[in-house]
Structure formats: C-alpha cells, structure tokens
C-alpha cells in the first residue's frame, strides 16, 4: 500500500471541514482590519529564498532543477513571494498596502509533533511604513486572529531588534557576523553564543552582559532598561495597542527573529499548551523588497503557524462539532426515484445542503447513514405521501416527524433553522 510521502498529511472530511471553519475565522479577522487577499506560486526561483534568508537555507528546501534547468524551490515561507509579487506588480499602488495570504509551505526537516514538511501558513504584510501605529495595527490583528480561533492561554511578547544589535556593535562584533550571533541568541543557544563571541574578542562580563538583556522579560516597566529611540519606540507601539483594547504581552528584549532583513520592532506569540516548542506566530518589521530589485519599502508583517495553533487548540480541549448536511432524502421506493430527485435538487437551489440516497437502500440502513453523516432532517419520499404532494420530514435529532407539502418544505426547514 502506498503510503503519502513522510512529513505530509492527508485531510480527511471532517478534519477538512475543521480546517476550513478556522482557516475562515482568520480570513474574515484578515478583512476586519482592512487586509485583502492575495496568492503567489507554490514553487519560485530558489535565489528568492536565498536572497532572502542566506544560501544556508538550501539545506532546508526542496529545490530542484526544471526542464529548463532553472533552479526552483517549493517555497518554505510566504513572506518573500509576498514582497516579490509586491515589487512585480504593486509598487506603484498608494501605500499602505494591506495583504495576507494562507497556503502550503515546505520544508525539509525532521517530522515532529505540529511541525511538518509540507506545512500551512497564514500571514500578512503591512507595506508602505514602519511607524509605531503601523506596528501596532500588525499586532493587534495577530492578536485578534488568535482570540478568534478560541485559544485562551497565549502570550504575544515584544522587543525591538536595535537593543540587542546595538549591545553586540557596542562589544565590538563584526557587522558581517551580526546575523550570526543573532541566530544564536534567537534561540538561546548560550554555550555555542559564548565562543562564538569569545572567539571576536568580546570579554566575559559584555558576554554575561548580553545574555542577560535576552533575559529581560516584563511588562511596561521594563522600557526604562531600554534607552534611546528603541525604547521611546515600543513605548508608542504599545499605547496604540492599550488604545485598541490589547493588553495581553509584555515586553521581552531576546525576542531577536534571527534574520538581517529585521529593522526594528520584533514580536512573537506563545502558547504554553504546547510545551517546549510553544511558538505559534511571529513578525516584525522589516525591509526586503530592494533584495528583489525594488526600492526601499519598509513593511511589518507576521505569519502564523496554522497546523501548530490548530495543535495548540485541540490541547486545550476544544472541539470542533463538524457541521454535517441539512437534509438527507430517502426514496422509499424505486418509482418514487425520479421525484426524490426533483425534491433534492429544490432543496440544493434554495441553498440547503442536501444528499440523497443514491445506493437503493432498505429504510433502517438509508436511516443510519444519514446519520453518519450528520444530516438534520431526512426527507422521506413515499408513494401515498406523494398522493397528497407531501414528504415525510424527520427530524433526525428527535426522531419527530410531520407530514409537510412539498412546495412548504424549504421553508419549513429554513424557518426551522432561525
């Protein structure tokens, strides 16, 4: 038996259907706020995603060669080809622009529990400026995006990107070798940050020193280790969100993102449901679009790891109750084949969900599967209730049934709906 490639999933109906609805609660978020959708290729040129992130991140891809002997790449995030197309074809367009995007992502990386090699990500772009507003506004709507999947326990954590790039210069690392101490602090990798920053003749203390600012986790008060225009920056940044009603952060200075193209505010979001590996969304602002030939735009923008904040969701109990049909019509016999037909497609037209029963089946069995698949009503169709243009209408969560004329029937159900 062929099994779906390692690291993939296959979706069956009612996980589809849960994905869906959630997928549609961040869409609709997405609009509140102003955001429209956009869509880019699945697979890019792979100088994109090494523009992007460093030729490094070819260990990471699934890159190959085309019949035209082009290098391409299944892109393993959605924030370059978001940037890309920007510089294509909406350069010109009055700023800001507002974009999100939902889609597969891939990555070639040992399978773990919420992380996959062909995984789903769910983000936005804020292009045109960098301000305390426009940062404000980014957060504010990730924030909303995870209230409005039902997650209770998360926490957003903010920092700026220039406090621990200006303690770095200060100690004296080399700007070519900034990213690569980042990377390390970004992920607390202490024992390997220390001979790396001994090795560029940084002493002891400034190493301890370093160590201790990504530590620094707290609220508000925190700012005043902040000096200088980074801190009077997240200052602003964070009286737009008290001002739109989101208070749950703090303000964490190891929040780095890791990556050259962060300008300023940085920001990532946390769920404790899932353990060590709790990260669910993070963003910043940032500039790359003079990466991919276009001018210098500076943007904020986040993406949110659908399949881990789905993961984080079932941790905390909640259940989604696939929906199932409207009605399911049962033809008791075969010369009342036809007009259970006719009745099915009324009831499709006039935008109910509806099946019929297309196996020939005997009553209780044609019974038990409209309850396999959830139908709320079963529309019974025998040959005296067609005598007097009736239906048979069961309820199939009571079991009550009532004879209703057929041209009643959709509003029988609809009003039954309200």
Known sequence: MIQCPRGTRDFLPDEMEKRRFYENRL?????????????TPIFEDAELFILRSGPNVLKELYA??????????????????????????MSNDPKPIKIFYFGQCFRYER???????????????????????????????????????????????????????????????????????????????????????????????????????????????????????????????????????????????GVVRGLDYYTGMVFEAE??????????????SYTLSELFGGEKVFSTGFAIGFDRILLAIEKEGQVYEPKGIGAYVVPVSDDVRLKSAEIVAMLRSAGISSDIDIMGRKMAKAM???????????????????????????????????????????????????
Do not use: W
Request: proline residues 3%; contains cysteine.
């Open 27 to 39: 869409r609709h978020t997405a609009q509140t706020f102003g955001f429209r959708e956009i869509e």
């Open 64 to 89: 190959f060669k085309d019949k035209g002997d082009r290098d391409i790449a299944l892109r393993p995030e959605m924030t370059a080809p978001a940037i890309r197309m920007f510089v294509n074809g």
């Open 111 to 253: 399978p773990q529990s919420g992380r996959y090699r062909e995984f789903f990500q769910f983000g936005a772009e804020l292009i045109g400026s960098a301000t305390p507003e426009t940062d404000a506004e980014v957060i504010c709507m990730a924030a909303a995006m995870i209230k409005e999947l039902g997650l209770k326990d998360y926490k957003i954590h903010i920092g700026h990107i220039g406090v621990l790039r200006q303690a770095i210069a200060d100690a004296g690392v080399p700007k070519e070798r900034t990213a690569e101490v980042l990377q390390k602090l970004d992920k607390k990798l202490y024992d390997e940050a220390r001979p790396l920053l001994e090795d560029m003749n940084v002493d002891s203390d400034t190493i301890d020193s370093i160590f201790t600012l990504t530590e620094t986790v707290g609220g508000i008060e925190v700012l005043s280790k902040v000096p200088g225009e980074a801190g009077d920056y997240l200052r602003q940044v964070t009286s737009y969100m008290h001002a739109m009603g989101v208070d749950n952060f703090d303000i964490d200075l």
């Open 271 to 284: 769920a404790p449901a899932l353990g060590a590996e709790k990260q669910i969304c993070g963003g910043g």
């Open 368 to 418: 038990k599967y409209a309850s396999s698949v959830r139908a709320k009503y079963a529309v019974i169709v025998g040959a005296k209730e067609l005598e007097e243009d009736s239906v048979t209408l069961r309820d199939m969560a009571t079991g009550e049934q009532q004879l209703v004329r057929i041209g009643e029937l959709v509003a029988k159900m609809q009003s039954a709906s309200q």
